[in-house]
């Protein structure tokens, strides 16, 4: 089972997200939702944490009091018990939340202008690549959420570092590469939401098992 909702924040109002959800929200978002600066920023701290309750809610039937979040020790969060895995990605106007019954990570990014210094970064296989595509924002973000997704599916953040793998995109998909060789059971899978953005989930799931869109209408089931 690997489920991914998404939902865009323009329709939403920080003071009503509040208003509505606020008791359904944990201490740790509203003091992150405290302390960010912009009003989108507030609000894609909330979603993220709304469509988490709303997928577990509509696959185990559990009511937000009952979910118990932690987070592992380079700060990636998962459920008491691991009784779902979860991860959560924004960027731009869309918040993501992917839940599975297996590991997995997930990112979008909103495709903006790059220079080619940031292919530094990148192990020696990709600035290859990169450099054959040149600048093209979709062929780089394609690949930026895939080693992304990569790194929140190992939970290690910053301490495994971009060059230390590659992503091999052939006509067979995508296959993660690192000193070991290729890295088995780990599926990397593409998600179009908007032709403006990247998204990619990393799981030991083969295939996405939905990809829906959540609206307002959806999330009122929350208090229900």
């Not at 993220?48 to 990636?76: A, C, D, F, P, T």
């Not at 990148?122 to 600035?127: D, N, Y």
């Not at 799931?205 to 208090?223: F, M, P, S």
Request: proline residues 1%; glycine residues 6%; positive net charge.
């Amino acid at each position: 089972m690997l489920r991914i909702y998404y939902s865009s924040i323009e329709p939403y109002k920080v003071k009503d997200l509040i208003e509505v959800f606020g008791s359904k929200l944990s201490n740790h978002t509203l003091y992150k939702t405290h302390n960010y600066k912009t009003e989108d920023d507030k609000k894609r701290c909330i979603l993220g944490e709304l469509l988490l309750h709303y997928s577990v809610k509509r696959i185990l039937g559990y009511k937000n009091h009952e979910l118990e979040i932690y987070q592992e020790k380079y700060g990636k969060p998962y459920v008491k018990d691991n009784i779902v895995y979860f991860n959560i990605s924004h960027s731009g106007e869309y918040v993501m939340c992917a839940i599975s019954s297996k590991e997995l990570g997930i990112d979008i990014e909103k495709h903006i202008e790059i220079t080619e210094n940031i292919f530094r970064f990148f192990h020696e296989k990709e600035r290859d690549y990169l450099n054959k595509v040149g600048k093209i924002n979709r062929f780089f973000f394609d690949l930026w959420t895939q080693k992304e997704s990569y790194i929140k599916y190992l939970g290690t953040g910053l301490n495994t570092p971009l060059d230390s793998f590659y992503i091999a995109n052939g006509k067979n998909g995508a296959s993660v590469y690192d000193n070991y060789g290729r890295r088995d059971k780990v599926y990397l899978q593409s998600l179009s939401i908007d032709k403006s953005y990247s998204c990619t989930v990393c799981s030991e799931v083969k295939e996405v098992t939905c990809l829906t869109k959540i609206y307002k209408k959806d999330l009122n089931h929350l208090n229900q």
